[in-house]
């Protein structure tokens, strides 16, 4: 039975390696929901339809998701890509939203045994561009944020043995 694996890029760059990744492994059933043409022109080779979701409103779903969603608009998206994906309805609404503030869900289907393999190639698809770009490895803007607070933040200093200071 094949099950699923999603993942709500930010970037439709990492979304677009994400895709030609799954395609070049092998996986076929790979699916895309985005909200914006523009961001839909870099999946030129999947069949695309136009759905209503409650948080996006119009989105453009392509290959796989296409299919899953057809038809359906609103709570009845919500539902068949609930469905599609296998994932609790609370996790759907949150890929709705992060579609509706421009983000770019991928989802690819495949039986259990490449499963991992196919999360693994979702999962790598941020790291993979922006190490490419001579960005920071991980795709988050915190981190950079993150190392420079704990160089200057005194709870983060050295420790020196005097523990009555901490």
Do not use: C
């Not at 999946?43 to 453009?60: D, I």
């Not at 919500?78 to 309805?89: K, W």
């Not at 983000?103 to 690819?108: I, R, S, Y």
């Not at 490419?132 to 200057?152: H, L, Q, Y």
């Amino acid at each position: 039975m094949a099950k699923a694996a999603a993942k709500l890029f930010k970037d439709p760059v990492n979304a677009e390696k994400a895709a030609q990744e799954l395609k070049s492994k092998g996986f076929e059933e790979i699916g895309i929901l985005v909200r914006h043409r523009d961001k839909a022109a870099r999946f030129p080779a999947l069949e695309t339809k136009e759905v209503a979701l409650p948080e996006a409103g119009s989105a453009l779903a392509l290959g796989t998701m296409a299919t899953a969603l057809a038809g359906a608009s609103g709570e009845e998206a919500i539902a068949a890509l609930t469905s599609f994906l296998d994932l609790p309805e609370e996790s759907v609404r949150y890929y709705d939203f992060g579609i509706s503030v421009g983000g770019v869900l991928v989802a690819v289907q495949a039986d259990e045994a490449r499963l991992s393999q196919a999360r693994e190639i979702l999962r790598q698809a941020d790291v993979l561009v922006t190490a490419a770009r001579g960005e920071m490895w991980a795709s988050s803007p915190g981190f950079g944020a993150a190392s420079r607070m704990t160089e200057t933040d005194p709870l983060d200093a050295k420790m020196t043995g005097d523990f009555r200071r901490y």
